[in-house]
């Protein structure tokens, strides 16, 4: 608290200097005695709402506190251009072509994203909620601590990215793609990523929970310490050692098991039945 500047403090005040009731919460908070374009006040983070590394530590991404934040409706990216401390809600970036750019401290909301050929774009302490990136082109990408909740990641192409403590909670992402990209510290929450591309990816420590794995492609990658409990694990794309290191729970062990057997050349058969497989 000790960055706060004072006029935030006990009563905390906005920019204004209207007076705002404490609150301690996800969400920015407006003032409602000030005009709508006032900006926000953004309040302290709700414990929990961060990712969590191997040793415990929260990782949340560090957005402002207890500071007014300017809410942005319309943002325009450009090659090299560099964004930070904004709350951007409902923009309209689909298709938007940039190369180098960089993003911090930033929430953007119910944003449109589809599209978007952003080569090499830089996200630090960057928060997404309900907004729509599919189809996107984010290949190199460098995202550390971001969280994506909510969100429409359908054929996503992070190829070669590398995300550290990001967190993806029920989003929508069949066919994305992280070939020969480095996820460390990653945590995926009720999420469906069917038939998505890790091909050749580092994903050590990666947890994984109630998410749809389905068809998912494994070869090559690296699970080492990786937790795919309560995930579904069916149809996936891989060979014999792809799982190496990973940690599942019986009830994979049959979806995994038909899938080794398949590559094997295992015929599974029923044993009432006498007549010799064709």
Known sequence: MENIPSHFLSPPWCGLKCRLQPVVALSPNRCKRCPANAGVVWSVQEAGAGT?????RYTAPRLPTGRVVPVVRELEVADDGVYTDLDVVQGRLAGTVARNVRIE????????????RLERLTLADVRLERCDLANGFWRNAQIDRTELIGCRLTGLDLADASLRHVLMRDCQGALISLRSATLKHGRLEDCSLTEADFQDAQLPGLIARGSDLRGAALYGANLNGADLRGSILDDLRMRATDLSGAVVDPAQLVAIARTLASLLGITVGDPRDGTPPA
Request: hydrophobic share 40%.
């Open 52 to 56: 969590v590394d191997a040793g415990g």
């Open 105 to 116: 401290r930033v929430c953007l909301r119910d944003a449109d994203l589809s599209r978007a």
